[in-house]
């Protein structure tokens, strides 16, 4: 079984498999079941026996080399009964990018890891709820907050990150491009709050919620590293190669606004958004002009930036899960003021 997005290098020595969420192994007597969110993979025979046995070991701690060892399979074998999940964006070959020897497959690994985590942090029940159109439009309200603290940021850790004198003008010249296009962004977004009935005072008053104040905090202490590591923060958040055409981009946000009437304003507001974004073409990574510019990283710049893609999906999908401890904790009103010590002992 050969999925539709097979890795760029042979993965039986060099990779970890993980699968992603929403991923589930159904067992009966004479068959294994991949129950995903779009198709359900079927195994009879010996290969239900080699799902049931390899199934629990793909966290990504482990070589498809260890995982062989364990449980004497080949991983020829295993990569052929696993493969398929990649249709899904739903499995990841960690690791399969350090061994890259060209620069296009380089970018295919770097491609599918992108689509996996960027995936994964759509796959947190906060985000699912949304974009599924079944959340609680205080839950939304939120939201719509929390991710204005987010869009706001770049003119931080996006100026940070291009604030470089190491790097070639002509590579500066693109980060510094990227970063200007969304400077001015923040009023877009701004505008559509404001239309929800919030005022200015209270938008530059609000406290993020602690997750996310620490994405925003990791975002900017790795634009403040080096400059792989920054442009890589870049490939999850636009991990497409070809960005949605303008009707899908519509239909999405006017789906959303339908749903949530009181935010309606903030998704018209993303609307425009995106739209300016396809226009832009910032699906066009900056890493990989980086890399067609230098060269291919070494091993140790190669694992960084598959670092710093993991921790960019992990600290987004804490974003979603503070949004939806919040929401729990019945607190309906969504603007955080700062406390002082006064206020708190008053």
Known sequence: MSGSHPVAVDPSRHSRPVVGPRISLLLSTD??????????????????????????????SLSLDAIASKTGYSPGSIYRHFDELGEDDAIAWLGCSLHAQEEDDYFESLRLLARFWNRAIFCEPVAMRIFGCTAHVNEVRLWALEFFCFIRAANAYMAKGVSRLDIPASLQEIAVRHYVDEAEH?????????????????????VPLPSTQALLNFLFETASGDFSGYLA?????????????????????????????????????????????????????????????????????RRHIEDVMMQTSAFFCLFYRGIGRQQASRRDRAIRHPVSAAVAFR
């Open 31 to 60: 068959r294994a079941t991949l129950d995903t969110p779009s198709q359900r993979i079927r195994f009879t025979g010996e290969s239900r026996d080699l799902v049931e046995q390899v199934f629990p070991l793909l966290n990504g």
């Open 186 to 206: 923040e009023e877009i977004f701004r505008e559509g709050l404001l239309e929800m009935g919030f005022t200015d005072a209270e938008l530059d008053r609000h």
């Open 233 to 301: 923060l870049f490939t999850v958040m636009q991990p497409l190669e070809v960005h949605p055409t303008s009707d899908q981009i519509t239909a999405k946000y006017e789906t959303l606004a339908d749903a949530y009437p009181p935010v309606a304003p903030f998704f018209k507001a993303c609307m425009r958004h995106d739209l300016i974004d396809a226009g832009l073409g910032h699906s066009e990574w900056g890493l990989e002009a980086l890399v067609r510019a230098t060269g291919l990283p070494g091993h140790e710049a």
